[in-house]
């Protein structure tokens, strides 16, 4: 089987922490399990750059994969439009995405 994963670091340290995670399943890979990975963006971060915490390509590209890798979100001394606390609305993504099950 093949699985394709969206691979979203977001901010502070979710994309060191995702990164060993992706290295743990490029690892884990044999005769009938694959995984391919695509980034995107999402955050506080983001928002500092660009004006807009979670794109529309990236809700796109959720929708679209077969599962999803997510660091972290939210940074202390960054406020959104859509999350007046420290944590993007990217938070509340999920409620646009199916998802099954949300780890820590």
Same mark, same amino acid.
């Given at each position: 089987?093949?699985?394709?994963?969206?691979?979203?670091?977001?901010?502070?340290?979710?994309?060191?922490?995702?990164?060993?995670?992706?290295?743990?399943?490029?690892? &884990?890979?044999?005769?009938?399990?694959?995984? &391919?990975?695509?980034?995107?963006?999402?955050?506080?971060?983001?928002?500092?750059?660009?004006?807009?915490?979670?794109?529309?390509?990236?809700?796109?590209?959720?929708?679209?994969?077969?599962?999803?890798?997510?660091?972290?979100?939210g940074?202390?001394?960054? @406020?959104?439009?859509?999350?007046? &606390? &420290?944590?993007?609305?990217?938070?509340?993504?999920?409620s646009?995405?199916?998802?099954?099950?949300?780890? @820590?």
């Amino acid at each position: 089987m093949h699985y394709k994963i969206a691979q979203i670091g977001g901010d502070g340290i979710g994309p060191e922490v995702l990164g060993e995670a992706v290295r743990l399943l490029e690892a &884990s890979q044999r005769d009938g399990l694959r995984f &391919s990975f695509e980034e995107a963006e999402v955050g506080a971060a983001l928002y500092r750059r660009t004006g807009e915490d979670l794109p529309r390509e990236t809700v796109d590209l959720c929708r679209a994969v077969d599962a999803i890798l997510f660091g972290a979100a939210g940074l202390p001394d960054i @406020r959104t439009p859509t999350a007046p &606390s &420290s944590r993007p609305r990217s938070r509340s993504a999920s409620s646009s995405i199916s998802t099954r099950a949300c780890d @820590r």
